[in-house]
């Protein structure tokens, strides 16, 4: 099956619905990170991602770094 936009878009806005949801409507987005992977019927996968500050421009290594050092802390040990 190919990969389609619409189902990424469509995580991408469930992500944003519980962020509103649990934190409220008064927040600022400071910074937006995807990470897509895909794999091919014979094996082979691919990941590409996309980080980007609360304007859409390009997100700062040392912030993109930082984001994915938290988001470690927070994954579970299971």
């Known amino acids: 099956m190919a990969v389609d ?6 995580i991408a806005r469930e992500l944003a619905g519980a ?3 649990d934190h409220g409507d008064d927040q600022e ?16 996968h691919y990941i590409r ?3 980007v ?3 859409g421009l390009p ?9 994915l050092r938290d988001l470690l802390e927070e994954v579970p040990n299971q």
């Open 5 to 10: 936009p619409a189902e990424v878009e469509a």
């Open 19 to 21: 962020m509103q949801r």
């Open 29 to 44: 987005l400071t910074a937006a990170v995807s990470i897509v992977t895909s794999r091919r019927p014979n094996g082979e």
């Open 49 to 51: 991602f996309l980080a």
């Open 53 to 55: 500050d609360g304007d």
């Open 59 to 67: 997100l700062p290594p040392w912030h993109l770094k930082g984001i």
